[in-house]
């Protein structure tokens, strides 16, 4: 007989000041000195950092989500530009070079800069929170820009980081090539590390189940598509977060002719995460 997982010890609250003093995202810039110069800024900005603090409060400790802290937001970032690094080698275009003739560097801007501001609407509410997201970052985004991009294109960056910010949501059909990475890399943020605090808190619901089943996600060159997403589980519960969340995301985005996705539960015998479900 299984023995259910006892709940984690609640964190004590600390001071906003402490628990942002070393918070900093980081992700392989390789050269793009606009994304180095941005990232900067970010990691300068404490306001950013608060409301990525009031996110991961309102999402994890007050309603029993996953995981909408800045670590969430560091693995969306990188997993990002992953995803665009692999898409554009590949022959995939970015919208911001077929459009306006920028370059895939430029590209890398924008899918940074609504990866690190996609949720801070959460900061406000859960029901709506990427419009939420909107309104904040519109007037924060510019002087992050500040130093990075000059007019127009720094107007640019923007309009087109507020598209890829709305079109992550379920329904928001992305119509930019950087939106559908946007859109996925959120979505690929799955593994058990993002429920764990929820899933032994006793927040136990297909959400927490179906994220901790996940053991691990890689992303590498495909040989038929430009993207491999394989995804080991220890649990047939995971099926829901790569049917219903994945699938779900990567349809719409634009994206779906070159992402294969693989998923595979690696155990003989599946791990019985809670003795009993009841609803």
């Known amino acids: ?12 609250p600390v001071p906003p000041r402490e628990a942002i003093a070393d918070v900093r995202v980081r992700a392989p810039t390789r050269g793009n000195r606009r994304l180095e110069r941005f990232l900067e800024a970010v990691n300068a900005d404490d306001q950013v950092k608060a ?11 007050r309603l029993g989500m996953s995981d909408h802290s800045w670590v969430h937001i ?3 970032l990188n997993i990002g530009l992953r995803l665009a ?8 275009t970015p919208s911001i070079v077929a459009d306006y003739a920028m370059t895939e560097r430029d590209a890398e801007v924008v899918i940074a800069a609504a990866c690190l501001l996609h949720c801070i609407g ?9 419009r939420f ?4 970052t519109a007037d924060k985004l510019g002087s992050l820009l500040d130093g990075v991009y000059d007019e127009p294109e720094r107007t640019v960056i923007t309009s087109e980081a507020l598209h890829a910010i709305i079109g992550h949501r379920r329904n928001g059909a992305p119509f930019t090539v950087e939106a559908g990475i946007v859109r996925v890399a959120d979505a690929l943020d799955m593994a058990r590390g993002r429920s764990r605090v929820p899933f032994e808190s006793g927040h136990q619901n297909i959400h927490s189940l179906s994220a901790y089943a996940i053991e691990e996600v890689k992303i590498s060159p495909g040989r038929d598509k430009a993207v491999r997403v394989e995804i080991e589980m220890s649990n047939s519960a995971g099926i829901f977060q790569v049917d219903e969340l994945l699938a779900t995301k990567l349809r719409g985005s634009g994206l779906e002719e070159h992402v294969e996705v ?6 003989e015998h599946e791990q019985r995460l809670i003795p009993v479900f009841r609803i």
Do not use: C, K, Y
Not at 1 to 12: G, R
Not at 122 to 130: A, G, N, V, W
Not at 133 to 136: A, D, Q, T, V
């Open 122 to 130: 959460m900061s406000i509410h859960r029901d709506d929170h990427e």
């Open 85 to 92: 690094r692999l898409l554009f080698r590949r022959g995939v």
């Open 133 to 136: 997201s909107l309104f904040l």
């Open 262 to 267: 693989v998923a595979r539960i690696d155990a």
């Open 74 to 76: 560091q693995i969306v």
């Open 1 to 12: 007989m299984s023995t259910p997982v006892p709940p984690v010890p609640p964190v004590p």
């Open 51 to 61: 409301w990525w603090l009031v996110s991961s409060v309102n999402a994890t400790r």
